[in-house]
């Protein structure tokens, strides 16, 4: 537990720290930082050393507030109108059941909002976002939310489940049970770590962590910490 407990330490101070799923899922490690602690330097080394997708990931209980659907939902829904979206329906992802991915964003004070500059403003300005609108009321969160942000962006959102870590067990609640469990706002950023081929391999990511001195996770150690923090 030292090392968990470690690892929620590096969280709070804004570092890096590294999570690999699980054997048999998506078999990814991630990197894992506080979106309120995101710069546009962490966004450059996850855009350099980590080479995947850049997202955040979001405490369910924030995007029911804000009305952020998940977009599999969205695709399903505008079947009705576009057929090509029932061609698209994503109901054969191998690893999982549902995907979590929520709607794109830009913050409105962003250019293109690709550059590690915009997609820094974007995060770090979401999760100010997110403590902002503890106490209000849906609709004065919602006009808010769309005062700040525009959609589509370059920032991608995941949504956490509701039941976090018993009804899926993906990095996005991973993240957002190491948010909670380190007194964080439950709003995390990541990016996958990539391989010549298909993502890091689990003992290069190890070495990599090792040799940056970062703490690397498994995401059992995460969800046996979960489970004895919730008593």
């Not at 999570?19 to 048999?24: E, F, P, S």
């Not at 576009?82 to 061609?87: I, P, S, T």
Request: aromatic fraction near 8%; proline fraction near 3%; glycine fraction near 10%.
């Amino acid at each position: 537990m030292k090392k968990l407990e470690k690892a929620l330490e590096e969280l709070r101070n804004g570092n890096f720290v590294l999570v690999y799923d699980a054997d048999g899922r998506e078999e990814e490690t991630d990197f894992f930082i506080a979106a309120e602690h995101v710069t546009h330097e962490s966004i450059r080394r996850m855009r350099q050393d980590g080479g995947g997708l850049i997202f955040m990931m979001i405490e369910n209980g924030i995007a029911s507030k804000l009305g952020l659907p998940y977009l599999a939902d969205v695709i399903y829904k505008c079947g009705y109108k576009w057929h090509v979206f029932k061609e698209l329906i994503p109901n054969d992802i191998p690893y999982d059941t549902k995907s979590s991915f929520s709607l794109p964003l830009n913050h409105r004070r962003t250019f293109t909002g690709i550059s590690d500059a915009d997609r820094a403003l974007t995060i770090s300005s979401f999760a100010a976002l997110a403590k902002k609108i503890e106490g209000m009321g849906n609709i004065e969160a919602q006009a808010l939310f769309g005062k700040e942000f525009r959609s589509p962006g370059h920032v991608a959102t995941c949504i956490a489940s509701r039941d976090l870590l018993n009804e899926r067990q993906g990095h996005t609640e991973l993240g957002i049970a190491l948010a909670k469990m380190a007194g964080l706002t439950p709003v995390m950023a990541g990016c996958e770590m990539l391989g010549n081929e298909k993502s890091l391999p689990k003992k290069d990511a190890m070495k990599y962590a090792e040799k940056h001195g970062l703490i690397f996770l498994e995401g059992k150690e995460i969800i046996e910490a979960w489970r004895e923090w919730q008593g």
